[in-house]
């Protein structure tokens, strides 16, 4: 089975940078997803890492460490609209279906 | 817009009751997922489709069925509605084959299902 760990609540201040951790467990997978969520409103995709290390898309990057089950998140330039769920999902192995960890409400303030 | 539609947007009903739910995937995309989110608990996969049939099974209830028709689009039947199926219901589609290749999933603005 899997088991997503991540925080509950962040906040943090506009034009900062936060970085928001993800701990997983499964018996395999085929790469972990990063969706941001509005309040109310369908998840989006941000990111995917099937590969260690980084993936660089703008303000957002994602991190992946498959040996240590460890993926993270990491917003620069924080902007008030970044406020929302941010939800990290792994998909296991030999499926399309998305696992999701219970998701961690980003508060930005001015 | 992702290009995943859902109807209806809101759907009030009583306990007891039988409702569907209805998603018309992306233009292209074979596969159809369905996913529960309650106020108190992340995104639950229920069940995905793909070109027709049931691929992949999760948390979903015996009280709860769903199809994907030959045009792609897909319904998730709830039946004896309890008060505790109050939830988001959202739809995805993505052009997965179930084979675990990336396949970036598009969700729709979800179903509110509220029971009373």
């Known amino acids: 089975g899997q088991n997503i760990d991540q925080p509950t609540e962040m906040t943090a201040t506009e034009g900062a940078i936060v970085q928001i951790n993800c701990t997983y467990q499964?018996?395999?997978?085929?790469?972990l997803f990063w969706y941001q969520q509005h309040a109310g409103e369908a998840p989006t995709f941000l990111s995917y890492?099937?590969?260690?290390g980084l993936e660089e898309k703008g303000r957002f990057s994602s991190f992946l460490s498959r040996s240590k089950g460890y993926s993270y998140l990491l917003l620069k330039e924080l902007q008030m609209k970044d406020s929302a769920s941010y939800l990290c999902a792994v998909s296991p192995h030999n499926t399309d279906k998305l696992i999701f960890g219970t998701g961690t409400r980003l508060q930005v303030f001015p | 817009d992702s290009g995943v539609t859902q109807t209806p947007k809101h759907l009030i009903t009583a306990t007891g009751q039988r409702v569907t739910l209805r998603c018309s995937p992306r233009s292209g995309d074979l596969s159809v997922y369905w996913y529960q989110q309650s106020l108190d608990q992340g995104l639950q996969f229920l069940i995905q489709y793909y070109n027709g049939e049931e691929r992949a099974k999760g948390n979903i209830l015996e009280r709860f069925s769903a199809q994907q028709f030959p045009d792609l689009h897909s319904e998730l039947n709830l039946s004896s509605l309890e008060l505790g199926d109050s939830a988001l219901y959202f739809c995805?589609?993505?052009?997965?084959?179930?084979?675990?290749?990336?396949?970036?999933?598009?969700f729709g603005q979800g179903t509110r299902l509220t029971v009373v």
């Open positions: 890492n099937v590969l260690d």
């Open positions: 995805a589609s993505s052009v997965g084959a179930g084979g675990g290749s990336y396949t970036e999933a598009f």
């Open positions: 499964t018996s395999g997978f085929n790469g």
